[in-house]
């Protein structure tokens, strides 16, 4: 018998069998939270991402994650199973199909063709076939926020959660965050009154995607969905567009309903999602003042 790596006996009794030893995929960031291996198996071609608690307890990122929306990584790959079933039915863009997963270790899923996206492969297609898939899950309302699959919180308590991250994670954070811009963010933070939330990706970014022959295939990552505000994930996805792929995405979510208004939100998202590393910038200067898309 063929062993998973890094499971023991108890953990891939019910696993589909494998063929042959799993082999790793290359990490793409130095404090990537999982180990990806390529499972072939008795029922086709799966990925093995073993959780390294390790990296998860140094990241900022998943420090916001737990201290802001609750989400209780990596206890909740346990209940990762409803962020597939959900994201598959919703998006169309292709899921992977969710086979199993212990809280705190693993997640087995299956294997999906295609390429990894570059900023030069984006094309009007891929943000329109972007622009439509957060659409559709935007469409998707909650009274309450928190992590997907328990958003207990009441909308009155989103500010001063908020608030209360960003002092954490500027006291622990590397690069020193000026006093201006800190006190600014928590004013507006203060100011903050959302009423409704919908699934968002907290990471959201072109290689957490496939694509095949110009066109988005599908999303490989299911971790980071929770339950918040959709200008958050749409300050983060302005980052990520040019200005001609920000009009296009316009227009393609605008035929679901109209952008919100970021200008009263944007700059305390902007130091959560620098705070976050997101996208991994370290010019605290350059990210708060980078150009506005919509």
């Not at 995929?25 to 939270?33: C, I, L, V």
């Not at 499972?39 to 608690?53: A, F, H, I, R, S």
């Not at 907290?202 to 969905?225: C, E, P, T, Y």
Request: proline share 4%.
């Amino acid at each position: 018998m063929v062993n998973y790596p890094g499971l023991n006996q108890q953990q891939q009794r019910d696993l589909p069998e494998l063929l042959k030893p799993a082999s790793s995929f290359e990490a793409k960031f130095e404090d990537s939270t999982h180990q990806l291996w390529r499972c072939e198996t008795v029922d086709g071609p799966m990925v093995l991402k073993l959780c390294n608690q390790e990296t998860v307890d140094n990241s900022t990122f998943w420090q916001g994650m737990n201290g802001l929306f609750a989400t209780d990584f990596p206890a909740s790959l346990a209940d990762i199973d409803k962020v597939y079933h959900f994201v598959g039915e919703q998006s169309v863009l292709t899921i992977p199909e969710y086979i199993a997963s212990e809280a705190s270790s693993f997640v087995l899923a299956t294997y999906l063709d295609g390429d990894d996206i570059f900023s030069a492969d984006v094309s009007e297609v891929m943000v329109d076939q972007l622009a439509d898939h957060i659409a559709q899950l935007h469409q998707h309302r909650s009274v309450n926020w928190g992590a997907f699959h328990n958003a207990k919180f009441q909308p009155q308590k989103w500010s001063k959660s908020l608030q209360a991250t960003l002092i954490s994670l500027a006291n622990v954070h590397s690069t020193f965050i000026p006093d201006a811009i800190l006190e600014h963010a928590l004013e507006q933070a203060a100011e903050s009154k959302n009423t409704i939330f919908s699934p968002i990706m907290m990471d959201l970014r072109w290689d957490q995607m496939l694509h095949q022959q110009g066109q988005l295939s599908a999303i490989v990552d299911m971790d980071a969905f929770v339950i918040g505000p959709r200008e958050l994930e749409l300050v983060l996805l302005e980052y990520q567009l040019n200005a001609k792929q920000a009009e296009r995405f316009k227009l393609s979510y605008q035929a679901f309903f109209k952008l919100p208004d970021l200008s009263e939100q944007r700059f305390c998202y902007r130091l959560l999602l620098f705070l976050m590393n997101s996208l991994g910038e370290t010019d605290i200067e350059k990210w708060m003042n980078a150009p506005i898309r919509w």
